[in-house]
């Protein structure tokens, strides 16, 4: 059956033979040497201190999980930090992540918690349409190398500078998105990417990183000044995030 077509079930672990297979999934999709790997006693914790453990699976097979930890803001305020999440390459572009996203967001809701974080790389495009415009995430923060370098092949050698994206996730904004309600561009500034950015990351990482270093510069630029990048637009050539003030 087509990844597209499959019936994928979620749910929620709590088992040791659980996490035994989202360790599995990170040495698959990230390709992570062992010393890089989040531990199985690590999602115990996380199963039992307030965050939450998922998995998708097809039949037996998980095959997507993610996973996010209690946090507190410096004034008090709780939040979940969505560490991770992952999809095997087979069954990407079935909207596995964006399920998974919303689960964890029906868990926190439940709990009373208002804001979901995580980080991305926004040189990953389709990561950054699915935050932004299909979850109505923003984004107003930008971390230069936030996990240091790493031996998986998606990273590219690269520093792994980051934005951080909000989801807010009981917000005006974020329920019309997830609605399908039309919003309108404020848009007062424009940061692209090439669109073949991952093929230029694999053959030339020198390029790759001139651009990284760049728009990277712009963002947190951006960010200094108030505004926050709240929509994306996806073009045959370009990737690019659209920023507006917020306050």
Request: contains cysteine; charged residues 25%; positive net charge.
């Amino acid at each position: 059956m087509a990844a597209s077509q499959a019936v994928i079930e979620i749910r929620q672990l709590h088992q040791l033979a659980e996490f035994e297979d989202v360790l599995r999934l990170q040495k698959v999709i990230w390709g992570f040497a062992d010393v890089e790997l989040l531990p199985v006693r690590f999602l115990v914790v996380v199963s039992r201190i307030g965050g939450h453990v998922f998995g998708a699976y097809h039949g037996a097979e998980m095959i997507a999980f993610c996973f996010a930890i209690p946090g507190i803001k410096p004034t008090g305020k709780s939040y979940l930090h969505s560490h991770m999440l992952g999809v095997l390459p087979a069954y990407h572009n079935a909207g596995i992540g964006r399920r998974l996203k919303l689960r964890q967001r029906e868990d926190a809701l439940a709990r009373g918690i208002e804001l979901i974080e995580w980080t991305f790389d926004p040189m990953e495009l389709k990561n950054a349409f699915l935050n932004i415009e299909k979850l109505g995430a923003i984004v107003r923060r930008y971390h230069e190398n936030q996990y240091g370098h790493t031996a998986s092949p998606l990273h590219g050698g690269l520093p792994t500078d980051r934005c951080y994206a909000e989801w807010w996730i009981n917000s005006p904004r974020v329920r019309k998105i997830l609605a399908g309600e039309p919003r309108p561009s404020n848009a007062v500034e424009r940061v692209s990417y090439p669109a073949d950015i991952a093929r230029i990351r694999r053959e030339d990482p020198v390029q790759a990183r001139t651009i990284q270093k760049a728009n990277g510069e712009r963002l947190r630029r951006a960010f200094e000044q108030g505004l926050a990048a709240t929509g994306f637009e996806r073009g045959d050539t370009e990737g690019t995030y659209l920023l507006e003030p917020w306050s």
